[in-house]
């Protein structure tokens, strides 16, 4: 190597991983209940609507999510749950377009 130049540095490569995963990512995992939502919403819970519940694999915590009737989107509390609500009477009941309206940027 030549007086004053540095040797340039290399970067790991970058891809898919050859090895899979030992432990199932918490989509993967079965629900522990599926439902109608029991929780409390002013005007109540538009038909369609479904509660599942995740148990995870450590600890006693369990995830729960509320899926919408039409699009099915998934949504993760209850706060983002409202807000949609209040999209879908902005957007006359358009799940697609209040999705736009809620998504985060």
């Known amino acids: 190597m ?14 898919k991983k050859t090895h899979s995963s030992k432990v199932p990512r918490a989509r993967e995992l079965e629900p522990i209940s599926v439902g109608p939502p029991d929780e409390e919403l002013s005007g109540g819970w538009p038909a369609g609507w479904v509660k599942k519940v995740f148990g995870r694999r450590k600890g006693n915590a369990k995830d729960r999510y509320w ?3 039409k699009e099915k989107y998934k949504l993760r509390s209850m706060v983002g749950v409202k807000e ?13 377009k209040a ?3 809620t998504a985060k940027k």
């Open 67 to 69: 899926y919408t009737p």
């Open 2 to 15: 030549e007086h004053g130049k540095k040797k340039a540095k290399v970067s790991p490569k970058r891809g």
């Open 99 to 101: 999705r736009m309206m």
């Open 84 to 96: 949609f609500m209040a999209a879908l009477a902005r957007t006359n009941g358009d799940e697609i």
